[in-house]
């Protein structure tokens, strides 16, 4: 099993920028592709990012590019979302998961899932 928890949601103005984080333990982190998603009330689940075991293949979802910037620091056991330039349509609760194998930005193939941190973007 692996246990994901995020954090660093919050409020913010419309222009700012949260770096989010999810924390993992449970199983060796670096086995791992991770991915970030985000869901809005009402609205289907969103890809946003996914990086794979040791950061060197990124994928964005195409309403993210060029303003989410996804990382990891595996002896941290950690991936992290920057997210700048923030619009209200970015609001959301947004989830990191898990995965063995590649980086994909379809959740289906993700094995395990935080809870989830709400980002709230205000105009």
């Known amino acids: 099993q692996v246990q994901l928890v995020e954090s660093g949601g919050g409020l913010v103005q419309a222009g700012g920028s949260l770096r989010l984080s999810c924390a993992a333990s449970?199983?060796?982190?670096?086995?791992?592709?991770m991915g970030w998603f985000r869901q809005a009330p009402g609205k289907e689940r969103e890809s946003v990012a996914t990086?794979?075991?040791?950061?060197?293949?990124?994928s964005y979802g195409d309403s993210v590019k060029g303003r989410f910037t996804i990382s990891r620091d595996n002896a941290k056991n950690t991936v992290y979302l920057q997210i700048d330039s923030l619009k209200r349509e970015d609001t959301a609760a947004y989830y990191c998961?898990?995965?063995?194998?590649?980086?994909?930005?379809?959740?289906?193939?993700?094995?395990?899932w935080g809870q989830g941190t709400q980002v709230t973007v205000s105009s």
């Open positions: 998961a898990a995965k063995t194998g590649s980086i994909s930005l379809v959740p289906n193939p993700y094995e395990y």
């Open positions: 449970g199983r060796t982190f670096s086995d791992y592709a």
């Open positions: 990086i794979s075991r040791f950061g060197g293949a990124k």
